[in-house]
């Protein structure tokens, strides 16, 4: 049978999905910070609650970042939610030949504002319309020049000039449609659109400067040009199943979304500025042993690979910006999920979670990753839903992770010479507490 709407409610879905759009247009101003290399440990704070475990379970209106099939099994809903991130970064250069090379430096900034937006309308029984925005990022570190010396004066660690770090996030659009060709089952499909900023600073000793070799094959085009933007437009696919009543089954993918090049760096990351987003695949599985308890794993991958700016090896022996030019070494991960949902009281739900990555991060590549330390490894998770009424909830997100670190040879003993540059070691912990407002209509 077909829905009328009232005015009424029309009026009020319109509201509510210009909102959306509105909080999406602000996340472009803002940093997504990101735990398994750079993407988050989850999206949504239910599924942050659980680890990030999201692929077979319809918990909110964020299915555009996980798992699009699982739309049409969320309702009619609206989902807004900040997440206060808090990543703590350092390194530290010890046994340097060149005495003034050794020292310590810590990232500044450490608190950043990520939005979760979600939005979900049901066109009958088997058919779901949704947006979803979301964010990645986390390369994002911003070192004072402290108190380094390369023999021409007042340095930062790198040998450049004042603060030292790169700014990257990535802002995605996700309009999503779902559908349901049996009862027990929906596939989905979100189209990715696509939207990233860049900027570095501090890099002045690989733009060919005087007295270092020559490290790029585009000067003028590798650090302190501001900011430069790049677009794209990509997919995700899904399937959610359920095989048994108290089993459900979930899987995802998104192949490399293909963006516009930064112009203003080409000369630093390979491919004259070419910087895509990985393709990333996962299935999940969600267990309901006894009513109100719900288990669920997630197992993922990241390829990084697809991106040679991030993937290729820093010692490459070719240009900055050159098709093969050196990158973050970054290798491809897998992220394994695992989390639990109880149903407290009819109106709380409690959630607990572990995330489990591979640190993308070598020790042969750790002096350009002083830029980028995405060394995390473990997540441990807490939250929590409560019903305010029968329509509109609030939830709570907790993550902790403990420090890691990488250690490896520096950078500067292949350009000064063995034992110059001495040893490197980058670190980070973290931490985030995020809330969010649910609304069923």
């Avoid at 990030?52 to 299915?63: F, R, T």
Wanted: charged residues 15%; neutral net charge; aromatic residues 10%.
């Amino acid at each position: 049978m077909t829905r009328i709407l009232s005015p009424a409610r029309i009026s009020r879905r319109s509201s509510l999905l210009r909102a959306c759009l509105v909080a999406g247009a602000a996340l472009t101003a803002l940093p997504a910070l990101a735990t398994n290399g750079y993407f988050p440990h989850g999206y949504g704070l239910k599924a942050k609650g659980m680890g990030g475990a999201s692929l077979a379970m319809a918990q909110d209106s964020l299915g555009g970042a996980t798992n699009p099939a699982a739309m049409v099994w969320a309702g009619d809903r609206a989902d807004l939610g900040i997440d206060g991130f808090s990543p703590k970064r350092d390194a530290e250069r010890t046994g340097a030949g060149f005495a003034t090379l050794n020292g310590q430096v810590s990232s500044d900034k450490e608190l950043f504002w990520v939005p979760e937006i979600g939005f979900n309308r049901m066109l009958g029984s088997t058919l779901s319309l949704g947006l979803t925005v979301y964010g990645n990022g986390g390369m994002n570190t911003t070192y004072p020049q402290g108190n380094f010396n390369c023999g021409g004066g007042a340095a930062n660690m790198l040998c450049g000039s004042g603060t030292l770090g790169v700014d990257l996030s990535q802002l995605v659009v996700a309009p999503t449609l779902a559908w349901k060709p049996a009862p027990d089952h929906s596939i989905g499909v979100a189209l990715l659109l696509g939207y990233q900023r860049f900027k570095a600073e501090g890099l002045q000793a690989f733009d060919n400067a005087p007295g270092f070799p020559p490290f790029t094959g585009a000067p003028g085009s590798v650090t302190n040009n501001g900011y430069d933007s790049s677009t794209g437009v990509g997919l995700r696919v899904g399937w959610m199943g359920r095989l048994l009543p108290a089993l459900t089954v979930g899987a995802a993918y998104a192949p490399k979304m293909n963006m516009s090049r930064f112009d203003k760096y080409k000369g630093l990351f390979a491919g004259a500025g070419d910087f895509d987003i990985p393709s990333h695949y996962g299935v999940g599985v969600a267990f309901a042993p006894m009513p109100g308890l719900t288990l669920t794993v997630d197992v993922a991958r990241i390829n990084y690979s697809d991106v040679p700016a991030v993937s290729n090896p820093s010692s490459n022996q070719a240009p900055l910006g050159a098709a093969n030019g050196p990158g973050f070494g970054w290798q491809d991960i897998d992220v394994y999920k695992l989390g639990v949902s109880w149903q407290a009281t009819p109106a709380l739900t409690l959630r607990a979670g572990y995330n489990r990555g591979d640190n993308p991060i070598g020790s042969a590549d750790v002096s350009f990753n002083i830029l980028a330390p995405g060394v995390m490894k473990e997540h441990y998770t807490a939250g929590f839903t409560f019903m305010v009424t029968p329509t509109s909830e609030i939830t709570a997100a907790l993550m902790v992770a403990p420090r890691q670190t990488v250690t490896g040879s520096s950078f500067f003993n292949a350009v000064l010479g063995p034992g110059a540059g001495g040893n490197e070691t980058i670190g980070m912990k973290q931490s985030s507490f995020g809330v969010a407002w649910g609304f069923k209509y």
